[in-house]
């Protein structure tokens, strides 16, 4: 297709595809030729604890509260899961056997939170924004517009926003503080973290800085992370990178045949093995082995076969553990090979006492150590770390 086909056929690119396609060219291929409007069983119960949660949103702000009785919330959800005023194309079915986890989650999430309901901006809004790139081929700049729709949106004073996004799941990412460089987010909260950024200051100029709230409702825990307007140009260049990359891949063309060396020559469509692999509309057409597929477990079976081999590996650890740590208290760490440096296993000193483990220990005779260490040097980036967010809340 020429680019003009191209912005035709897709004027507003959604995050769910941009998404996609930055996780694998070829499983966003399998969607744009295969595409079906199925769900999954805990896609379609994701789908209806989200739609439940934000009918609760309304109703906390229409009666200016920010809490909501559990059987109120319950009575929303039972009105939910009749999908009366949901488009026929937009109906999910959920098999009986979903709704105790689905009720779970509706009952913690009203009788655990509380919202600060008159700063919320909006619940379900789909925001719009611009984003270009430079045509390699005619130099004509290129303007395309990419969307999202946000769970809610809430103001926080005195000028930033907090997007929330309910997550379902059971899992937990690990915890950082919304500032860090490397967020706990999920597998596609990068994605989506960067991409919000972008929707919500473009929308909303005098927001500077947006955080994105993943919040478990299971589990009533959250993962935020934060990007200011001062990160905006960077972010808007990289989501406009994955736009041209889209672009580029749509102009040529479907792919030949669907195997290895043929995917390499056409240049676009290459596949990426990861989590969405689970997801993927046609992933026996993959020509990636299935091993290499997230791990290569696709079925109960084979998850509960490598959950045994696990815990026997666990025992092995254990006992060979009691053998070595006599061993490493008598003649001290023990040299292992390791092709980025050289590490040790031994007793690690940490805060309040030690641990047995694999390390780097600080004095490694790599080339350069000696000079390059500082001893204090942890405790000095910390200090200049704890100073910039001082003078960043003065």
Same mark, same amino acid.
């Given at each position: 297709m020429s680019l003009d086909e191209v912005r035709e056929r897709w004027p507003t690119l959604r995050q769910s595809n941009l998404s996609l396609f930055d996780d694998c060219e070829l499983a966003s291929y399998f969607g744009i030729k295969f595409e079906n409007g199925w769900s999954t069983h805990p896609q379609a119960a994701g789908t209806i604890v989200h739609r439940a949660i934000a009918e609760c949103l309304r109703e906390m702000q229409s009666n200016d509260s920010e809490t909501i009785p559990v059987?109120?919330?319950?009575?929303?959800?039972?009105?939910?899961?009749?999908q009366r005023d949901v488009a026929p194309e937009d109906r999910v079915r959920v098999p009986r056997r979903e709704l105790p986890n689905i009720e779970l989650a509706v009952r913690k999430f009203a009788k655990d939170n509380e919202f600060s309901i008159r700063n919320l901006i909006d619940v379900e809004r789909r925001l719009d924004a611009?984003?270009?790139?430079?045509?390699?081929? =005619?130099?004509?700049?290129?303007?395309? %517009? @990419?969307?999202?729709?946000?769970? /809610?949106?809430?103001?926080? !004073? +005195?000028?930033?926003?907090?997007?929330?996004?309910?997550?379902?799941?059971?899992?937990?990412?690990?915890?950082?503080?919304?500032?860090?460089?490397?967020?706990?987010?999920?597998?596609?909260?990068?994605?989506?973290?960067?991409?919000?950024?972008?929707?919500?200051?473009?929308n909303f100029p005098a927001v500077n800085a947006v955080v994105l709230?993943?919040?478990?409702?299971?589990?009533?825990?959250?993962?935020?992370?934060?990007?200011?307007?001062?990160?905006?140009?960077? =972010?808007?260049?990289?989501?406009?990178? %994955? @736009?041209?990359?889209?672009?580029? /891949?749509?102009?040529?063309? !479907? +792919?030949?045949?669907?195997?290895?060396?043929?995917?390499?020559?056409?240049?676009y469509w290459k596949p990426s093995p990861g989590k969405h692999c689970f997801n993927c509309h046609k992933a026996h057409l993959c020509p990636i082995d299935d091993d290499y597929k997230?791990?290569?477990?696709?079925?109960?079976?084979?998850?509960?076969?490598?959950?045994?081999?696990?815990?026997?590996?666990?025992?092995?650890?254990?006992?060979?553990?009691?053998?070595?740590?006599?061993?490493?208290?008598?003649?001290?760490?023990?040299?292992?090979?390791?092709?980025?440096?050289?590490?040790?296993?031994?007793?690690?000193?940490?805060?309040?006492?030690?641990?047995?483990?694999?390390?780097?220990?600080?004095?490694a005779d790599r080339p350069g150590d000696q000079e390059a260490y500082a001893p204090n040097l942890v405790d000095a980036m910390k200090e200049s770390v704890d100073q910039a967010r001082r003078e960043r809340a003065v």
């Open positions: 059987s109120v919330a319950l009575a929303i959800l039972e009105e939910t899961l009749r611009t984003v270009s790139y430079r045509d390699s081929e =005619t130099g004509e700049l290129v303007e395309r %517009v @990419v969307s999202g729709q946000l769970d /809610a949106l809430i103001a926080r !004073p +005195p000028d930033e926003a907090v997007v929330l996004d309910w997550k379902a799941t059971w899992a937990l990412p690990p915890e950082h503080d919304e500032d860090d460089e490397k967020p706990g987010l999920s597998y596609h909260g990068f994605f989506q973290q960067r991409l919000y950024a972008v929707l919500v200051m473009q709230r993943e919040f478990y409702v299971r589990r009533t825990k959250a993962r935020p992370a934060r990007i200011t307007r001062q990160d905006l140009p960077k =972010t808007e260049r990289w989501l406009a990178e %994955v @736009v041209e990359d889209f672009d580029s /891949a749509m102009r040529s063309g !479907p +792919p030949p045949r669907l195997r290895t060396e043929d995917l390499e020559r056409h240049g997230d791990g290569g477990i696709r079925t109960p079976e084979r998850a509960q076969a490598a959950a045994g081999a696990r815990q026997k590996a666990r025992a092995i650890i254990k006992r060979l553990d009691e053998w070595l740590k006599p061993w490493a208290e008598l003649h001290g760490p023990i040299p292992l090979r390791d092709s980025k440096g050289r590490r040790v296993l031994g007793h690690r000193k940490i805060k309040g006492g030690q641990r047995f483990e694999e390390y780097t220990p600080e004095t």
